[in-house]
């Protein structure tokens, strides 16, 4: 408790008796209905996860693993050399993890371009039926 004695402050540990005192007082007004009340109306509703949410899983090399926006789909990027992939194509290997495709590049940079757009390299997120008379099919197979 703060006493003050001659134009002096001095801060004095409370005594038992005091903090009896202040916990009887904090225990009744716990107690009163309008306080549980009040607390009930500003608390948020509880919920575990938010809806559609997936714990990140745990790929070996994993650097980046989120949900597309342009489809909707989970997407990961892993080092190729700590996964066990070949890297021939580039050490940043970047996944479509709902269909399993798969698409290598030189640089994180573009793993992370790659990763916002599956649609352009995932078979079943860019189109589910592709036409193989388009002239595109060829280059995107």
Not at 95 to 108: P, S
Not at 119 to 126: A, I, P
């Amino acid at each position: 408790m703060l006493r003050r004695g001659g134009g002096v402050e001095e801060m004095n540990a409370p005594t038992p008796a005091e903090v009896e005192r202040a916990l009887k007082r904090l225990k009744r007004e716990l107690e009163r209905p309008a306080f549980a009340k009040a607390v009930e109306a500003t608390a948020p509703p509880r919920r575990k996860h938010r809806p559609g949410y997936r714990p990140r899983p745990n790929y070996a090399g994993l650097r980046y693993w989120a949900r597309a926006r342009a489809t909707g789909r989970y997407v990961a990027i892993v080092n190729g050399e700590e996964a066990g992939l070949d890297t021939d194509a580039g050490p940043w290997t970047v996944f479509c993890d709902d269909h399993g495709y798969t698409v290598a590049v030189e640089t994180f940079a573009l793993a992370r371009t790659a990763a916002t757009r599956p649609q352009d390299w995932c078979g079943k997120c860019g189109n589910p039926n592709p036409d193989p008379d388009a002239e595109w099919y060829e280059d995107h197979r």
